[in-house]
């Protein structure tokens, strides 16, 4: 079965800093791929998704992610953080064998202002 | 506008009791889905509903139960057999799940 982990549990910088969240998935056939973001008393909301295609995601906010399909990674960046991206981020994948999304465990990202 | 609401924010249950979800869309979404978000386990999946009348279980539905009489509709039971259920409680939908879901602003279950 298709598995998603994120090794960074807590991830805390100061603002202007650069950010790289890392994600890894299992299956090795055709995915899609999520990065999804959840800010305080808020609800989930997609950042970007890979479907095909340039392996580099442009989304929201100034994040980017890289598809390395070698790697079965989808890392998470952004260039410079600010003290308003402090949430909760969620690597995904689309498991179309039962059409369902199978999510990741989350990584807390807090920014020092 | 369209979207998926839940209710109540808050539920407070008492131990034994069955309590009922609430999760509505107007997205005019085939598909439905329940997570379950505790700290550090990130979103669990209890049940999901591809169409009509029809659902599937997802990893953790011990203790949970669904019906799917409306495609609008797709109701969370929480049922006395659940051991643990103090938890944050998220609905989805979608009409493709390659696409990825929109999901509701969640039910926080609390037992006391």
């Known amino acids: 079965a298709q598995s998603v982990s994120q090794h960074n549990h807590h991830v805390i910088l100061s603002e202007a800093a650069s950010l790289e969240l890392g994600c890894n998935y299992s299956y090795g056939g055709t995915v899609n791929l999520f990065w999804y973001v959840q800010y305080p008393g808020q609800h989930l909301q997609l950042l970007l998704k890979?479907?095909?295609?340039?392996?580099l995601v442009k989304g929201i906010k100034g994040f980017e992610a890289e598809f390395i399909k070698s790697k079965f990674s989808f890392n998470l960046r952004k260039p410079s953080v600010q003290w308003s991206d402090t949430a909760e981020y969620f690597c995904a994948v689309d498991d179309s064998s039962a059409s369902k999304i199978i999510f990741g465990s989350g990584t807390r990202l807090s920014i020092r202002p | 506008d369209g979207g998926i609401t839940q209710s109540p924010k808050y539920l407070f249950r008492k131990e034994g009791q069955n309590v009922t979800l609430s999760c509505e869309q107007n997205l005019n979404h085939d598909a439905m889905y329940w997570y379950r978000q505790d700290p550090g386990q990130g979103l669990r999946l209890i049940y999901y509903?591809?169409?009509?009348?029809?659902?599937q279980k997802g990893d953790i539905a011990e203790g949970y139960s669904v019906s799917r009489e409306k495609k609008e509709s797709f109701p969370l039971t929480v049922t006395s057999a659940q051991k643990n259920p103090t938890a944050f409680y998220l609905c989805?939908?979608?009409?493709?799940?390659?696409?990825?879901?929109?999901f509701g602003s969640g039910t926080r279950l609390t037992v006391v």
């Open positions: 890979y479907f095909s295609g340039d392996p």
């Open positions: 509903s591809q169409i009509v009348n029809d659902f």
């Open positions: 989805a939908s979608t009409g493709q799940p390659s696409y990825g879901y929109t």
